[in-house]
């Protein structure tokens, strides 16, 4: 009696579903780690875009308090060349800009500086130099320094949480 029974392939059944359970965990795990990523580089780039929109709008800011400092200079010496500082420095102190102007006609370059705000953690810094009247074909001032500088001491935090 020989009976050709046939087993049934129940491993390969079960091996196949395992393989495709395996797959789709591991497509759903690459799924997560793929929207995970992509929303902390949007959180990062909303980051730089509104810094870098404060800093142009305190560039802004800077560049018309030059265009007011430029006018003065240039009513100064149509007004009065032989005292030209002397009436710089009179018609500048006059002048009230949301920062501070501060003025240093000590030294043989006189100098304007002021500050403009970019967020709470930093600020513009311009300081412009005042051409002698000799070199006024040049331009009336030039910009000595236009740079973001730390207005808070920062505090680095190097702690690591572990466990909590």
């Not at 009696?1 to 579903?17: H, Q």
């Amino acid at each position: 009696m020989e009976t050709n029974k046939k087993s049934a392939p129940f491993v390969n059944i079960g091996s196949s579903s395992l393989l495709v359970i395996f797959l789709v965990l591991c497509l759903v795990t690459f799924a997560t780690l793929s929207l995970s990523s992509a929303q902390s580089d949007y959180k990062f780039s909303q980051k730089l875009a509104d810094r870098r929109t404060d800093y142009y709008t305190a560039s802004n800011q800077a560049e018309e308090i030059l265009d007011s400092i430029d006018a003065v200079l240039a009513h100064s010496y149509k007004e009065s060349p032989d005292t030209y500082f002397a009436e710089v420095q009179s018609s500048l102190s006059e002048l009230t800009f949301g920062d501070t102007l501060d003025m240093d006609f000590s030294t043989g370059t006189p100098s304007v500086a002021y500050q403009v705000t970019v967020d709470e953690k930093q600020a513009l810094s311009v300081v412009l130099e005042l051409n002698p009247t000799d070199r006024i074909s040049e331009g009336f001032c030039r910009v000595r320094q236009w740079k973001v500088v730390a207005t808070q001491e920062w505090s680095g935090d190097d702690t690591l949480n572990l466990m909590k």
